[in-house]
RNA sequence: GCCGGAGUGGCGGAAUGGCAGACGCGACGGAUUCAAAAUCCGUUGCCCGCAAGGGCGUGUGGGUUCAAGUCCCACCUCCGGCACCA
């Protein structure tokens, strides 16, 4: 330290900014700098901290360990907005606090840069995405540099880094290598799919496809929106109203061949596993809502050979209800029934009619050529509408008769069949009965076309309703009647399953993930597909092996979409797009996969992110699993959780497995938020309902209504990145939405500004230490204002109350700033405490103070309890429960005590004179109040 | 429609059932200055009052309690999520 002491009590000088450590020396020598300038000091201790590797994370933890983890951002063109470096902040302030006490602290950034916005500017310029990504990986991370954030930037990742995609489609084998044992509950490799004997018999390709039909990872005919005139595929969100949001373009709902994820498998295991997770329960709750589970029946009707006559009819329908006792219930529909799903079998007296959906695949069979015309029309309208139109907007019914019938399994009645889309084809069997007495849907639709109604519940209690959807007692329901609903619905399960018409059944909102998009930049599949003399596909698909990987992106020219919905990787060429192994010619898989195959698992990478030999070191990954600490989306947290899990099963299937059965649950829960902190913050803090979303909205909202975006840069130039890092966190609560101020920036930097001031003579013309500034020791006054806020700062920090925290340090510099002592010991406090939330400032502040860099790593000071209480306490004497006087009592007082000094406070004897007292509470060290009579 | 969450000064927001409005912004006053900026020190919920003092105040209406922003009931408003899942 090159001091210069000039005199006693004189100014200290100082002449080098730093240390007297040649090797920590910033470089050049900067001009006499008394006022506080950010653009100075935050460059320059960015680079000494990268210089020195002040936060690089060990590889292994040793003693207490933190993963703190941020939202993956994905790297717009548009570089950083405000709304990032919230969270950032948050979980910066928390890893640099942790880091000070000892903890080993791991605190990653990365960037989720497969995506839909890089693929449009190449459409747009030529620009190949992987160069516009590279671009904007680097706007951001300069930003995220520049904002002081203490990332161990060696373990920096990007989906997009082939060394990342290779473990991505590795992945991705290990899905498709693996089956869900439902028995066990977990996923197992394919080779150990017990294949049923009659499979067997069939054939090698039989036993083929059925392995196929329980692989995690398989092939379906998904419908997609697809719009011919932008040529692309669009997402339900970008589908309005039938036509496409941008340029408003026609959309048509086409089925293409997808990859799909079988998560529906995991539903039940998901929803058993969120009872023991440590979750709020209005988290709970929404992911249950999510899975979606529903209990009820499946019942097949019976449909009649077209134009049969009435005893053909009749006759048919004896014959397969005796074919149905004897063989029971099929497990896949046959030709001749109509199969439907309801929670309510109780109502099946009640149907009047049943509803298919439109894409329902016995639809074409069941119109008749009277009602084609009526029946095509309809659904090519349908086809037009998203799944978000059919949803979102009034739900006005609408439907056609397709001419046919089926015969009711308990009645023999004929129920007509009708076409609607308020019926879901991807739910349950894509076919209802309707009973528009017990249920408001079909209430509506039967209201709208005039279809029979028949009240076959009837409420426990109270008049019986048109619409009834409640539990009660079954009227006019042959043998059933008189059964409440509890009783019937079990009763008439068994009596269908005896009778081989239905069985109980469960089912879920949840979907199966589609895992397919048809664009260029994502990650490609591993996926051959065998190919026959003809160069036509045979149906046969190989994939590739772990070895291969990582499958490269072919190198284009033309990003454009094409006129049909072949992706964009079909154009490749010959030498990517055709393959031979073992003699034989296969042709690539040309879906990608779509943003979150890469962004799901950066939090497992992160800890391992150069492993060559597996995607993490099942050691390091015990070690530093769970994640401590996110702050983010909760959809995120949905996706994430979920998707890592399935994972994660189909991970220890192939690999024989490393997680032992009783730490699953644990070990499960990969997004699982688990310290203190988090709990007591509740639902309001880290697990928002939705955070994520509202973080984004946030964004849009601020730069909407303020008519431009509000700049990070912009902000650091003129306020610097430890004025906005303070104000992101001192405007309020972590989880509230905020509104931006620029004038509330200025606000904080006043007070980065003062401490500064603190420990800097501004009025010298060089750097000069405040003549406050001295070695004695502090008075008790100083230490009691320095412990309490030191208190209070750490308590909040540890409960993500990070706006008190700083209002705390405020007050405390309010304090200090008269102090004409302000000793170098209490400074150095406090300079550690601020260097938690403005890292830049407090590592020149804990220099100038004459201490060696980093205050970075230096220790949380320890809170002194004893300087926490005062001999003596005010406090409020009451009467009748209104505030009347104050008086000071010890702080030990006994209630016998302070009542007696609240008694003898002049204006409350005098308020007292005369009334009679009924009662006193006083509680000790808080208040004391009178209950007066009179 | 269903499920959450929230309503506190001019503004952002504090407040284990025990002094409502910490801290900051803004505003006002003072010191400093030739003057201003900057800085430092004050005042600042509303109403009545020269003052001492008093009254009213946490979306609305009830309730529990010695005591309610905080707990309970009903309602209003806003925000978020889910939403034809049979």
New binding site residues.
Partial sequence: MLLCVVGASAPIRISGLLTDQPELSPGPLIEPMPKYDPALIEPKWQAWWAEHDTFRSPRLPAGRKAYILDMFPYPSGDGLHVGHPEGYTATDIVSRFERMRGTSVIHPMGFDAFGLPAEEHAIRTGTPPRESTERNIATFRRQLQMLGFSYDWSREIATTDPSYVRWTQWIFLVLYDTWFDREQQRGRPIAELPIPDVVKDAGEAAVAAYRDSRRLAYQSEAPVNWCPALGTVLANEEVIGGVSERGGHPVVRLPLRQWMLRITSYADRLEQELDSLDWPD?IK??QR??I?R?T?AEVDFFLPAAGATEAAVAEAYGQWKQNRAAGGYPEEPPGDVLRI????PDTLYGVTCMVI?PEHPLRVRLTTADSAAAVEAYCEAASHKS?LD???LA????GVFTGSHCIHPLTGQPVPIWVA????AS??T?A??S?PAH?D?DY?FANTFGLEIITVVEPLVGESTALFSGRGRAVASGPYTGLTTEEFIPQVGADLEAAGLGRPAV?Y?LRDWLFSRQRFWGEPFPILHELDDAGEPTGVIRPLEPADLPVPLPELTDFRPGQTPDPPLSRAGDDWLFVERDGKRYRRETNTMPQWAGSCWYYLRFLDPTNDERFIDPAIEQAWMPVDLYVGGGRLVNQGMILGEMEFTGYRAATGGWVSAGEQGAADAAMKIAPDQVEKQG??FVLR??PQ??VE?RAYKMSKSRGNVVNPDQIVREFGADALRLYEM????LE????W?T??V???R??L??CW?LVVDENEDSLTLAAQVTDAEPTDEQQRAFHRMLAKVTADIESL?F??A??KM??FV?FA??QQQRPRKMLGGFVTVLAAFAPHLAEELWSLLGFAAPVSLAAWPEVEACWLYDQTV???V?I?????A?VVVPADADAATIEAAAAAEPKIAALLAGKQVI?V?A?PG??V?F?VKG
């Fill in positions: 209005s709750k929404l809502d999510w979606g529903s009820g799903y309801t929670t309510r959906a799944d059919r949803t979102d739900h006005e019914k609408t889309d308020y019926v879901l739910y349950g894509g209802i009965m009973v249920d849907r509506e089912n909102k639902e309001h309902d939705a979303v509202r909205s001192f405007m309020g609560p509230a939405t905020k509104p101020s004038a509330g200025g606000g904080v006043t007070f500004d003062r001031r109350s706006n008190t700083i209002a405020m007050e309010n700033t008269p005010e406090i409020p009451q009748q429960g209104k505030l009347r104050r009662k509470i509680v808080r208040m109040n209950v």
